[in-house]
């Protein structure tokens, strides 16, 4: 595609759900990123892939937070048991190969409101 | 902990004049980039402008450009002949490739540009 494409764009669960929130990357693109931004924050790291391989996962807040990216394309982050804390718009991104001063692209997002 | 600090939650500015964004950073790295990106309500974050830390020319693209002082750890951006488009919220970033998380971008808290006819 165009662009790096994020459904659902707006997600409500009920404390205590399971959700899967999905990103497409630009075609191509070897390196994919997802990160959580709260409210009048700044976006944090979660997780990165290259290809398939999750390298890093360090920024992860807890094990109820779950990423793959079983064919080094589309990409799914499942948060289990979800808490209140977990509301934040959740923010996708790849690169075309994972250098470190390479550009990304974001995608527009999921917002998450855990109720 | 390595941090990045931008002091000013809002700023405004009228059309056609220039502001200037701050940034601080705090690292012991020698090697790292640095970045500035914009981010519209659409919530899709879009690169302004990159700068490599062992460069010692501030980078420029068109209206935009930076002044990076190493020493200082500062790394601020101006927007020239400021456009009604501009407005949206930045975010000053690092990536450190050495360190252990060296894919992360490391991202401030924000300010939120008004431009104002």
């Known amino acids: 595609g165009a662009g790096v494409s994020q459904s659902p764009r707006y997600k409500v669960a009920k404390r205590g759900q399971d959700v899967a929130l999905r990103c497409d990357p630009i075609s191509g693109h070897v390196s994919l990123f997802w990160y959580q931004q709260a409210l009048g924050q700044g976006p944090e790291f979660l997780t990165y892939f290259q290809n398939e391989a999750q390298l890093d996962k360090s920024g992860l807040p807890s094990d109820r937070f779950f990423a793959e990216r079983p064919e080094g394309s589309v990409s799914t982050l499942k948060i289990q048991r979800t808490q209140q804390e977990d509301s934040a718009v959740y923010l996708c991104a790849s690169s075309f190969a994972g250098a470190t001063n390479e550009k990304l692209f974001f995608g527009s997002g999921t917002q998450l409101s855990v109720l | 902990a390595q941090t990045v600090t931008q002091s000013q939650p809002e700023m405004s500015v009228q059309e056609a004049e220039t502001v200037t964004l701050s940034c601080t950073y705090d690292?012991?790295?020698?090697?790292?980039?640095l970045f500035w990106y914009k981010q519209p309500p659409s919530r899709q974050m879009i690169l302004v402008i990159r700068?490599?830390?062992?460069?010692?020319q501030n980078a420029t693209e068109n209206r935009f450009s930076v002044n990076f002082q190493k020493a200082a750890k500062s790394f601020s951006l101006k927007i020239s002949d400021s456009q009604l488009g501009d407005a949206a919220m930045y975010f000053c970033a690092y990536r450190i490739p050495n360190s252990n998380s060296g894919y992360a971008l490391n991202f401030g808290k924000g300010t939120s540009l008004l431009v104002t006819p």
């Open positions: 690292t012991s790295e020698s090697d790292y980039y």
């Open positions: 700068q490599e830390a062992y460069k010692q």
